[in-house]
């Protein structure tokens, strides 16, 4: 199976600050890699696939990068609606694995 | 518009089964693949496996082979998993999602069936 290992697991940011959340292969998925943001109580929303390709109807301050086995979510002027967990995945080879989550709270 | 309406909470004793159905609406049922993914309390995500509503095959990730079994009815536009000889690690919220995204991506969420397990 695929791990994906998403650093790190929490983080305190304020309201307008640029935040990066990593997540990294096991071995090469070369672009099958997105990004969804959940919160409390409801269901995952996804926000990038194909590792760097914005989900339509998503702010533009979401955006992904990388290849590979690296992978990086930055949301540039954090708003207090982004205040949630967000969560990496593999689609390159079943299982399709998550990340363990990384938890983006108020600071 | 797409909506994926899953069934309501359950309750279940320990050894029981659950079945969790998934209503699709607003897309041609029989053209993207659902997945289902579980959520224990305060855990991350889990993938459970995949079913193609058109043909009705299904995959199962290797943890749930043996206790999970994904059906379809095209004629209602309904998928469904069951998980049997359920434990209390079993108790979580459970998901269908589509793949209607780039790269195999959930475009689409139900939203989330709770599953209790408790004796």
């Known amino acids: 199976d695929f791990q994906m290992t998403q650093s790190p697991s929490s983080l305190s940011a304020s309201v307008g600050a640029r935040v990066s959340i990593t997540c990294r292969a096991s071995?090469?998925?070369?672009?099958?890699l997105n990004w969804y943001q959940q919160k409390p109580g409801k269901a995952p929303k996804l926000l990038i696939y194909a590792a760097s390709s914005l989900q339509s109807g998503v702010p533009s301050r979401f955006s992904g990068s990388g290849s590979g086995t690296d992978f990086t979510l930055t949301i540039t002027s954090l708003q207090p609606e982004d205040f949630a967990a967000y969560y990496c995945q593999q689609t390159y080879s079943t299982p399709w694995t998550f990340g363990q989550g990384t938890q983006v709270e108020i600071k | 518009q797409v909506q994926l309406v899953q069934s309501g909470a359950e309750v279940k004793k320990p050894g029981a089964s659950v079945r969790i159905s998934c209503k699709a609406s607003?897309?041609?049922?029989?053209?993207?693949?659902v997945h289902w993914v579980r959520q224990a309390p305060g855990q991350g995500l889990e993938w459970m496996g995949i079913i193609n509503p058109s043909g009705g095959s299904a995959s199962v990730a290797q943890k749930f082979q043996g206790r999970v079994t994904m059906t379809r009815d095209t004629s209602t536009s309904t998928v469904y998993m069951e998980l049997s000889s359920l434990r209390s690690e079993d108790t979580a919220v459970y998901y269908c999602a589509r793949v209607g995204g780039g790269y195999n991506s959930f475009d689409y969420w139900g939203q989330g069936t709770l599953v209790t397990v408790s004796s």
């Open positions: 607003g897309y041609t049922f029989t053209s993207y693949y």
């Open positions: 071995q090469s998925i070369s672009s099958y």
